[in-house]
Structures are given as structure tokens and as C-alpha cells.
Nanobody, 117 residues
């Protein structure tokens, strides 16, 4: 189960943080990341990270978004700054037991991020 928090409404140029915690029965989560999706569009990878420290960030958010993972807590944070209206989307947390940056099997329910004045 993935529990997401954060999100909401922010003005252009503002900052916002998203958090996701994975509850697991036995094994530690390896890959964790954030995708986003707007109605009528495909889900897009925003940023992801593995327990070993590999990471991947979409070109559209590089320099503005930072992803960090707490291996002990099986959680991942996404710090977003210099937000733009085009960052408005539903953001989904994804997770995998595999060492992967973009092949997630488990998903959160999604949290809305709206960038608007």
C-alpha cells in the first residue's frame, strides 16, 4: 500500500512537496518514484530513485524538482520549486521491489497539484 501526502494549490513560481510511504509485509521497496498524468494524456515519469542511489528525472523538471528516498522508511519525497502552470497534474507514487527506475507494479491513489494564480 502506498500512502501519498502533499499536493494542493500553489501560485506559479511557488514550491510544494509530495511524500509517499510504502507499507510492506516483508521485503524492502527498491524503486520508488513519481509519475504525473493529466486527463487524455499518458502517464509521464517525473522522477524516480532506487535504494542503491540511481535516479532519473524528466527533462521538463530538471533543476526544479528534487527526489529523495528514505530506505529505512520505504518512503520517497518530491520537492518541487519554481512551479509552472504546466506542472498541473495528478501525481502518482509508484513502487517496485525490483531495482528499477520506471517499471512500477504498485501505485498510490494520486494527489492533485494545481499551479495557478
Amino acid at each position: 500500500q502506498l500512502v501519498e501526502s502533499g499536493g494542493g494549490l500553489v501560485q506559479p513560481g511557488g514550491s510544494l512537496g509530495l511524500s509517499c510511504a510504502a507499507s510492506t509485509s516483508r521485503f524492502a521497496i527498491n524503486g520508488l518514484g513519481w509519475y504525473r498524468q493529466a486527463p487524455g494524456r499518458q502517464r509521464e515519469l517525473v522522477a524516480s530513485v532506487t535504494s542503491g542511489g540511481r535516479s532519473k528525472t524528466a527533462d521538463s523538471v530538471k533543476g526544479r524538482f528534487t527526489i529523495s528516498k528514505d530506505n529505512a522508511k520505504n518512503s520517497v519525497d518530491l520537492q518541487m520549486k519554481s512551479l509552472k502552470p504546466e506542472d498541473t497534474d495528478v501525481y502518482y507514487c509508484g513502487a517496485s521491489y525490483k531495482n528499477t527506475l520506471d517499471d512500477f507494479q504498485y501505485w498510490g491513489q494520486g494527489t492533485q497539484v494545481t499551479v495557478s494564480s
